[in-house]
């Protein structure tokens, strides 16, 4: 289709008519004048999840202590019931899904857990595109273990800087290899990794999977119960729009119940037990046995409200929708912004492509600026990427078509060159 055809607000409309389903805009609290495309980093506010949130402090003032068993929401349990709610966006049963910890405490629990270098088996694949945090988890697990990270952390090479090939993932899945740990969605490209195919490769090798999950929950369907993933985490504030900070998730696949954490803590005790407080720990039988401390009920509160919404909307019709609107963002730019040195980094197919599109420009970083100072929110990727993520059940068509018209006009007017080209402190 041509530039005329699609860039219209009518053909926008069209579009909007067509992927209603899954759209939920009303929910949310959106700032007048304002496009917001960085729900990947940090997922809006919905008024269930405030609401869920104003319930917990309720409970807190008429409770007291007794919230723990009292109330419409006990906490005692509250960490395995939200765990329950995410359950169907990883394909998992409840009993394998915890909300707990963070992305990376998470995953130094399960590193701490699975990791058990023997003779022959002491290496950890990983990739040169991973989001630095795991990165810096697996190689202080190497350390603990007196393993040189130099030696030890494997890490996939890209063959472009942007993307990942299966092959060369499987490649790297060598006799010597204890556990392959990647990301289900690429953070910077937005690029979907065959978690299936990446699964049953390593498995064939006596290898473990495991897979952060803090860009693809929420954005795609998972059925990790299927592919038999070993272990995933992730975060749940991007696409789960939980707030910020808000309490973690993990998955233990229920063929290693009975594995005993690594990091033992009270809280993963079995709930029978736990007031026993013995001296003697006694797990749970589930994923709820590698929580540690008490958790966090007050990052954990917004959860409840926004997982109600996603599980009503469904995770089939928010991927539709959210196709449909990464697609039309990147026909849109190559149309219109091919001429002003523009690259789209992120997959064209549908079923390598996530929840946002990740552009390359060398003034990537004034250019994020110019968009903040007209109202657009952006996420720079440093050194050179624009993340933009219109994401379903906030965002529209007419939006993403702003947006690149937006785009369009700093170019022009060269907007961007009254800022000065590098990140800010937080970018």
Not at 51 to 59: G, I, K, N, Q, Y
Not at 132 to 140: C, E, H, L, N, V
Not at 360 to 366: I, K, L, N, S, Y
Request: hydrophobic share 40%.
């Amino acid at each position: 289709m041509t530039t005329q055809e699609i860039n219209t607000s009518e053909y926008a409309e069209q579009l909007e008519t067509r992927y209603a389903e899954a759209s939920r805009r009303g929910e949310f609290y959106i700032q007048e004048g304002t496009i917001y495309f960085d729900g990947n980093s940090l997922g809006l506010l919905s008024k269930r999840a405030e609401a869920s949130l104003l319930a917990m402090m309720d409970a807190w003032k008429r409770h007291g202590i007794d919230g723990w068993t009292q109330g419409e929401k006990p906490w005692f349990h509250l960490s395995e019931q939200i765990g329950g709610s995410m359950a169907p966006l990883v394909g998992a049963k409840p009993v394998s899904v915890i909300a707990t910890g963070s992305t990376t405490s998470n995953l130094h629990q399960l590193l701490a857990t699975f990791f058990k270098p023997e003779e022959g088996r002491t290496k950890i694949v990983a990739d040169e595109l991973n989001f630095p945090t795991d990165i810096y988890a697996i190689q202080s697990q190497l350390k603990l273990h007196g393993l040189d990270p130099a030696e030890h952390l494997i890490q996939v090479k890209s063959r472009d800087g942007q993307t990942l090939t299966t092959e060369d993932i499987i490649g790297a899945l060598t006799d010597d290899t204890a556990i392959v740990i990647l990301s289900g969605v690429l953070y910077r490209s937005g690029q979907v990794l065959d978690m299936a195919r990446i699964t049953e490769a390593a498995h064939e090798r006596g290898i473990l999977a495991g897979f952060d999950l803090c860009h693809s929950i929420g954005s795609i369907p998972h059925t990790l119960d299927d592919w038999d993933v070993d272990f995933a985490f992730w975060c749940t504030y991007k696409h789960l729009n939980g707030g910020p900070g808000a309490t973690g998730g993990l998955y233990v696949n229920e063929r290693h119940f009975g594995t005993a954490p690594g990091l033992a803590g009270w809280f993963g005790s079995d709930k029978d037990r736990q007031f026993d407080l013995a001296h003697t720990f006694t797990p749970a039988a589930d994923a709820g046995a590698l929580q540690m401390g008490t958790p966090h009920l007050l990052s954990a509160a917004p959860l409840i409200g926004s997982l109600e919404l996603l599980n009503e909307v469904g995770i089939g019709a928010i991927r539709e929708r959210s196709l449909a609107l990464t697609g039309y963002l990147q026909q849109l730019i190559q149309l219109e912004l091919a001429a002003y040195g523009f690259t789209v980094a992120s997959p064209a197919g549908d079923t390598e492509r996530g929840g946002h599109v990740f552009l390359v420009h060398p003034e990537a970083a004034r250019i994020c600026k110019a968009l903040k100072a007209n109202g657009l929110i952006p996420d720079f990727r440093a050194p050179n990427g624009i993340r933009l993520a219109p994401v379903a059940l906030y965002n529209t068509f007419e939006e993403v078509r702003s947006a690149v018209q937006l785009l369009k006009r700093i170019m022009e007017e060269e907007q961007y060159k009254q800022f000065e080209n590098k990140r800010d402190v937080v970018a």
